[in-house]
């Protein structure tokens, strides 16, 4: 599913023949495009990812209608009605952004055999420990993103982010913050342990891999019980039943994480090429 969970890689591949080529001429390209020296491959926000929400929720104002539960959509001739609280409103064009599982049941009455395939994306459930150490409690060099598991080393948890070395201003002088990933598609059921449990777990196997020696300055837990959506083997089928929706039915968009990209940064990409067509316009930079 490398084509639907990372169109950019695929795309790099296909264009270069590999990864390593498209690597070579993707620095080529950016010295062509004179990138100032220095500017960082992942960005984030002082305070944390909420700042983006928070930023478009201040701008868009009054149009956003919290707690407000749709009950149905229908398509007419050429427009859209939402029904929300009793109240049915139309619409030149309507945007769906929630996950496959509601988007099912919002265009069910639409189209019954997408519907069914949204409603079987997989969201494994997944469990997040944020623990901080004082560095000297920490025997190896933690200098860097962090670590993915691969799946032959059976081990408890999917990886970690090194969350205060890739980023500023996420642990004071002197400490480490790590964000510990357990269950997903490979370990779903450990995603439902107790939260001591959890940061038991995250704690052992960190001190496997990095050396604890010390207990730490603070831990949490946020369990997500449906994560992020699987691109499993196969899903073109799924990105090409959505392409056909959307052909069927102009003005209607299909525009979340479950299609064309994961990653907050393709979610952007996207959102702006939705917007762009809605406008009229298609003058996106990548």
């Not at 701008?59 to 009605?81: P, Q, W």
Request: net charge neutral; hydrophobic share 40%.
């Amino acid at each position: 599913g490398i084509r639907s969970a990372f169109p950019r890689l695929y795309e790099m591949e296909r264009d270069h023949g590999s990864l390593i080529k498209a690597g070579l001429f993707g620095k080529r390209d950016k010295a062509k495009r004179k990138v100032p020296k220095g500017t960082p491959r992942s960005i984030t926000f002082r305070r944390g990812i909420q700042t983006l929400t928070d930023a478009l929720g201040s701008h868009l104002n009054d149009s956003i209608r919290l707690g407000t539960a749709v009950e149905a959509i229908e398509a007419l001739d050429g427009s859209y009605s939402i029904t929300t609280n009793g109240v049915t409103e139309q619409f030149d064009a309507v945007i769906l952004t929630t996950p496959a599982y509601t988007a099912a049941g919002l265009i069910a009455g639409i189209d019954a055999a997408l519907a069914g395939q949204l409603a079987d994306i997989y969201y494994p459930p997944v469990s997040i420990v944020v623990t901080g150490f004082a560095r000297e409690h920490v025997r190896a060099t933690a200098d860097g993103f962090g670590f993915l598991v691969p799946g032959s080393e059976k081990r408890q948890i999917l990886g970690s982010l090194w969350t205060s070395s890739v980023f500023e201003n996420r642990a004071p002088d002197g400490y480490h913050l790590f964000t510990i990933f357990i269950g997903g598609s490979r370990n779903a059921e450990l995603a439902d342990k107790s939260e001591a449990e959890l940061v038991r777990i995250a704690i052992g196997e960190l001190d496997s891999i990095l050396g604890i020696t010390g207990e730490p300055v603070l831990t949490a837990v946020k369990k997500w019980n449906k994560a992020i959506p699987q691109y499993n083997i196969g899903f073109e089928s799924v990105a090409a039943a959505i392409d056909a929706f959307s052909a069927a039915h102009p003005g209607m968009y299909l525009c979340s994480n479950y299609h064309k990209g994961i990653s907050v940064s393709d979610c952007i990409k996207n959102a702006v090429a939705v917007a762009a067509e809605i406008a009229g316009t298609q003058t996106i930079n990548e």
